[in-house]
């Protein structure tokens, strides 16, 4: 791998327009560069999960993983046509999904977000993921998008409150009920 940035300012982008991966300029706000950038936002919150201190490590290694399925994800949105996100990511994370899930109790009740500082970073996450999910639901109505990449963040989004619940737990003792009104 060559020199990626030398200067990390560029101003290429400073009327609006940036470059896809395969060079096309697009608008700033063009339905691509929001899935990668959302993607890009969703890891970044993934991050401050990490960040919490004494996260339990099959926890840190699942979502470590995670980052990186993430930045391979954004970078096929990144470039039209490429394909990097396979059947084999999604049954990763199922299985991550059924090992941190079997031993909680079942959801009688729908829970709040919160639950202690890593329980909270981790429903963030996930808010971001289901959103990064929609824009490319959107994108996908315009231009081709791999059907491997909705299905990775719509199990991501599930295995992230599957570990909110787990954090909760670690944190403080459970989580959040919601209370009807």
């Not at 200067?7 to 697009?26: H, P, Q």
């Not at 993934?46 to 960040?51: R, Y």
């Not at 996930?126 to 109505?141: G, H, K, P, Q």
């Amino acid at each position: 791998m060559g020199n990626r940035l030398s200067k990390i300012y560029t101003r290429t982008g400073d009327e609006g327009m940036t470059g896809l991966g395969d060079g096309a300029r697009v608008p700033k706000d063009h339905l691509r560069v929001e899935a990668y950038g959302t993607v890009d936002e969703a890891n970044s919150a993934i991050g401050l999960v990490l960040a919490v201190p004494n996260l339990p490590e099959l926890v840190r290694k699942a979502l470590t993983d995670v980052q990186h399925d993430l930045f391979d994800l954004g970078g096929e949105l990144c470039i039209p046509g490429a394909r990097t996100i396979t059947a084999a990511y999604v049954t990763r994370l199922e299985t991550h999904l059924d090992f941190f899930n079997d031993p909680l109790p079942p959801l009688k009740e729908f829970i709040l977000p919160g639950g202690g500082p890593a329980a909270a970073a981790a429903h963030l996450a996930r808010t971001i993921c289901r959103r990064a999910e929609r824009i490319c639901w959107s994108l996908a109505r315009e231009e081709e998008v791999s059907s491997d990449v909705m299905v990775y963040l719509n199990r991501l989004s599930d295995l992230l409150f599957v570990l909110a619940r787990v954090l909760a737990r670690q944190d403080s003792g459970g989580e959040v009920v919601w209370r009807r009104s």
